[in-house]
């Protein structure tokens, strides 16, 4: 059985300013999704599949992936206002497509695997990969009942220039999420973390187990987002700006006692390009892990 890595890069980064996830963050134009593809196949993945807009195509083919050409499978997924459940309509209005949760399942006719879903932006660690990989292996394709997800401590997933918005988690003593609640304008102040929320500051543990948007998926979860998305379009497929988030169907999945959610945690410190000041944070990390020999200086060679 192979493995699939579902990288999700439909976004444009508003934050940042352009397509992060085209910055080069080395010498040699490498990305942060280089390094993804990399560490995952180092874990055994066997494919990778990136979602993204049409019209990025081009770019995401000359600058990134055809340098996998002869290392992994790649496959692109095209996410838009159009692709919607039989009987769905798109409001003639709407720009952006519905999320993280629309993004992976428009994949559901390119994989067949189990799958880790990560975000194109976001540095995960190779820690990461290994522990999803192994949890992966062990399931069943059409296994409903336990899925997973990389667990990292809050304090290792801050922005030092901003806030940023995270999935903080309730876990039990049996290291299964019971449930996942986003919570946005997650900062650092002093020596303490808060969130904001209707004008309010509310303090959070550094120990908090924050979800970064890694999960271990099988492909009967498939089902499980086509229902989900069918129910959230008849409540709000009209509106403009709503989203249907990954994070929303894991919670529903668990509520209905559909499936359980196990916590896989690592160590690993998140960095990322959330703010245009992050790319030399991100460049100076990743120098320091390729001074430590965690990394070859160029990864992708022909």
Request: with cysteine; aromatic share 10%.
């Given at each position: 059985?192979?493995?699939?890595?579902?990288?999700?890069?439909?976004?444009?980064?508003?934050?940042?300013?352009?397509?992060?996830?085209?910055?080069?963050?080395?010498?040699?134009?490498?990305?942060?999704?280089?390094?993804?593809?990399?560490?995952?196949?180092?874990?055994?993945?066997?494919?990778?599949?990136?979602?993204?807009?049409?019209?990025?195509?081009?770019?995401?083919?000359?600058?990134?992936?055809?340098?996998?050409?002869?290392?992994?499978?790649?496959?692109?997924?095209?996410?838009?206002?159009?692709?919607?459940?039989?009987?769905?309509?798109?409001?003639?209005?709407?720009?952006?497509?519905?999320?993280?949760?629309?993004?992976?399942?428009?994949?559901?006719?390119?994989?067949?695997?189990?799958?880790?879903?990560?975000?194109?932006?976001?540095?995960?660690?190779?820690?990461?990969?290994?522990?999803?990989?192994?949890?992966?292996?062990?399931?069943?394709?059409?296994?409903?009942?336990?899925?997973?997800?990389?667990?990292?401590?809050?304090?290792?997933?801050?922005?030092?220039?901003?806030?940023?918005?995270?999935g903080i988690?309730?876990?039990?003593?049996?290291?299964?999420?019971?449930?996942?609640?986003?919570?946005?304008q997650i900062?650092?102040?002093?020596?303490?973390?808060?969130?904001?929320?209707?004008?309010?500051?509310?303090?959070?543990?550094?120990?908090?187990?924050?979800?970064?948007?890694?999960?271990?998926?099988?492909?009967?979860?498939?089902?499980?987002?086509?229902?989900?998305?069918?129910?959230?379009?008849?409540?709000?497929?009209?509106?403009?700006?709503?989203?249907?988030?990954?994070?929303?169907?894991?919670?529903?999945?668990?509520?209905?006692?559909?499936?359980?959610?196990?916590?896989?945690?690592?160590?690993?410190?998140?960095?990322?390009?959330?703010?245009?000041?992050?790319?030399?944070?991100?460049?100076?990390?990743?120098?320091?892990?390729?001074?430590?020999?965690?990394?070859?200086?160029?990864?992708w060679n022909?």
């Amino acid at each position: 059985m192979g493995l699939t890595l579902l990288v999700m890069a439909a976004g444009m980064g508003s934050r940042f300013g352009g397509l992060k996830q085209l910055s080069p963050i080395n010498d040699f134009n490498e990305t942060i999704i280089d390094y993804s593809v990399f560490d995952a196949k180092r874990a055994g993945f066997t494919k990778v599949v990136f979602v993204i807009r049409k019209e990025f195509e081009d770019d995401f083919k000359n600058l990134i992936t055809h340098k996998y050409r002869n290392h992994i499978e790649v496959d692109f997924v095209y996410q838009n206002t159009k692709d919607l459940p039989q009987g769905f309509n798109t409001n003639p209005d709407r720009e952006k497509p519905w999320g993280t949760g629309h993004a992976i399942w428009c994949c559901r006719n390119s994989i067949t695997d189990n799958f880790a879903v990560i975000n194109a932006d976001d540095f995960y660690g190779s820690e990461s990969f290994k522990v999803i990989a192994e949890y992966l292996k062990t399931l069943n394709t059409s296994d409903l009942q336990d899925q997973s997800m990389v667990g990292y401590k809050l304090i290792n997933t801050l922005s030092d220039n901003g806030s940023v918005s995270r999935g903080i988690c309730t876990v039990n003593s049996d290291h299964q999420v019971t449930s996942i609640t986003e919570r946005t304008q997650i900062e650092k102040k002093g020596s303490t973390i808060v969130f904001t929320e209707d004008n309010k500051e509310t303090v959070l543990s550094a120990e908090d187990i924050a979800s970064m948007n890694m999960f271990g998926l099988t492909p009967a979860t498939f089902e499980a987002f086509e229902n989900d998305f069918k129910s959230f379009l008849t409540e709000r497929g009209s509106e403009l700006k709503s989203e249907f988030y990954l994070p929303t169907v894991i919670n529903n999945l668990i509520a209905r006692n559909q499936s359980g959610v196990t916590v896989l945690p690592t160590n690993a410190k998140w960095f990322g390009m959330t703010y245009k000041e992050d790319k030399t944070i991100v460049e100076n990390n990743i120098k320091q892990l390729t001074k430590s020999g965690e990394y070859p200086e160029k990864l992708w060679n022909d």
